[in-house]
């Protein structure tokens, strides 16, 4: 009896460093036209950066972020970092040598959130041989991550939410229950934006 051969369609292997797992994003093109449309994804919004602020608090981690993704980059728009009552850049800087809020798209485990449409939480990083040799490991230091995918209402998964620790955390069910519930929220929050802009749109002009 012959057993169904797993396929994994996004595994990429570099034999000079360790077994990298890059997700294939075929919605990408469809998503970048979404963000286009809804206005984000390409500058920070201060309605971001306070909701990455309340995904720090509300699960008591060090870094949180609201990460959207196109064919070639993660754009945090949204950063909180510890100490810090603030916004922070985070990630490589730009070529023109400023801090920005860009990440490659081989850094980090949003991808995988993305393309699977479903909530991750690896409690270690360093449990998961996947994951562990992931290049924000050594870069950043993380070894724990949780993250929500923010799917609207046209179906479309336009990024995520997340948190990360330098520590490992034991996020558990109510952690994961948290992180889908605070994605949601933002989601809401995306729609009515959404709304307002479109009514602005629709208003005649007062000249």
Request: charge should be neutral; charged fraction near 25%.
């Amino acid at each position: 009896m012959k057993h169904p051969v797993s396929r994994v369609p996004y595994v990429s292997y570099d034999p000079t460093r360790r077994l990298l797992l890059t997700p294939e994003d075929n919605e990408a093109p469809a998503r970048v036209a979404r963000l286009r449309e809804l206005g984000i994804g390409s500058s920070p919004l201060p309605a971001f950066d306070d909701f990455a602020r309340k995904l720090a608090k509300t699960t008591d981690t060090p870094y949180a972020m609201v990460n959207f993704i196109d064919e070639r980059r993660q754009y945090f728009a949204g950063l909180y970092a510890p100490d810090m009552d603030r916004a922070v850049e985070l990630g490589p800087a730009p070529p023109s040598g400023r801090p920005g809020r860009v990440m490659a798209r081989d850094h980090g485990y949003c991808p995988h959130v993305v393309v699977r449409r479903k909530a991750l939480v690896l409690e270690d990083v360093c449990d998961y041989p996947r994951f562990a040799g992931n290049p924000v490991v050594d870069e950043i230091g993380i070894r724990s991550y949780m993250g929500a995918p923010l799917i609207d209402r046209t179906g479309m998964t336009l990024g995520t939410v997340c948190v990360v620790d330098l520590e490992p955390r034991p996020w558990g069910r109510e952690g994961l229950a948290t992180i889908k519930g605070l994605a949601a929220e933002l989601v809401e929050k995306i729609h009515q934006m959404e709304q307002e802009q479109l009514q602005r749109e629709q208003q005649p002009d007062a000249s």
